[in-house]
T-cell receptor
Framework: RKEVEQDPGPFNVPEGATVAFNCTYSNSASQSFFWYRQDCRKEPKLLMSVYSSGNEDGRFTAQLNRASQYISLLIRDSKLSDSATYLC????????????FGAGTRLAVHP | DTGVSQNPRHKITKRGQNVTFRCDPISEHNRLYWYRQTLGQGPEFLTYFQNEAQLEKSRLLSDRFSAERPKGSFSTLEIQRTEQGDSAMYLCAKDRLTDTQYFGPGTRLTVL
C-alpha cells in the first residue's frame, strides 16, 4: 500500500467549475500536510499547507481529517491556469522534513 | 524564484556512463534534500543533508549513487554506471524556517 494515495484523474472540468481532490495517508504519525502544484515538466511548487482547522487561500480550500487520515483540496471558480497536477504531500517532521508525495491528480480546465 | 538552481537542466547519457548533478541553494540553508521523480509518479526522497552531514539515505539510493555537500553549501549527486532505470527528474530542495520545502527546476536525466 502506498503511503499517500490519490485519484490520478484526469479531472476534466469547464472554466468556472468547482472541483475537489481527495487524498489518504497511511502513517498516523504524519505531522505536516501540504498540497503542491506541478506543471508539466516543471518542479513542484507549494500551493498551500493544510491545517486541522482547515484553511483557505483565495479560491483554494484545504481540509485535514486526522482521524480518517484524509486530506482534501477544493478549487472554486476554476481557471484555465489551474490546469496542472496536484500533489498531496505529508511529512513526519521530527527534526527534519522528508516529504512523502502522492502520485498526483491531474486537472484539465477547458474553456 | 525558489532560490535553488540546478545544473545541468538536461543530461543525456549512455548506459554505463557516470553523471554528476549540482544543486546550489542561492542563500545559505542548513537543510538540503534530493528527490527523484519518474513519469507519472510523485517525487521520492533520496537523501538529506544538514549542513555538510548526510543524515539519511533512502533505500532507493543504491551503492551506485553518492551525494555530497562539502562546506554545507552546494551539493552534488553522482550516479555511477548509469542504467536505463535511472532515467528520471532529479530534484533538489531546501527548506526555510518553516516546514515547507522549495524545489529547484530539476535535472532531467535520460539514459540511452
Amino acid at each position: 500500500r502506498k503511503e499517500v494515495e490519490q485519484d490520478p484523474g484526469p479531472f476534466n472540468v469547464p472554466e468556472g467549475a468547482t472541483v475537489a481532490f481527495n487524498c489518504t495517508y497511511s502513517n498516523s504519525a504524519s505531522q505536516s500536510f501540504f498540497w503542491y502544484r506541478q506543471d508539466c515538466r516543471k518542479e513542484p511548487k507549494l500551493l498551500m499547507s493544510v491545517y486541522s482547522s482547515g484553511n483557505e487561500d483565495g479560491r483554494f480550500t484545504a481540509q485535514l481529517n486526522r482521524a480518517s487520515q484524509y486530506i482534501s483540496l477544493l478549487i472554486r471558480d476554476s481557471k484555465l491556469s489551474d490546469s496542472a497536477t496536484y500533489l498531496c504531500v505529508v511529512s513526519l517532521s521530527g527534526g527534519y522534513n522528508k516529504l512523502i508525495f502522492g502520485a498526483g491528480t491531474r486537472l484539465a480546465v477547458h474553456p | 524564484d525558489t532560490g535553488v538552481s540546478q545544473n545541468p537542466r538536461h543530461k543525456i547519457t549512455k548506459r554505463g556512463q557516470n553523471v554528476t548533478f549540482r544543486c546550489d541553494p542561492i542563500s545559505e540553508h542548513n537543510r538540503l534534500y534530493w528527490y527523484r521523480q519518474t513519469l507519472g509518479q510523485g517525487p521520492e526522497f533520496l537523501t538529506y543533508f544538514q549542513n555538510e552531514a548526510q543524515l539519511e539515505k533512502s533505500r532507493l539510493l543504491s551503492d551506485r549513487f553518492s551525494a555530497e555537500r562539502p562546506k554545507g553549501s552546494f551539493s552534488t549527486l553522482e550516479i555511477q554506471r548509469t542504467e536505463q532505470g535511472d532515467s528520471a527528474m532529479y530534484l533538489c530542495a531546501k527548506d526555510r524556517l518553516t516546514d515547507t520545502q522549495y524545489f529547484g527546476p530539476g535535472t532531467r536525466l535520460t539514459v540511452l
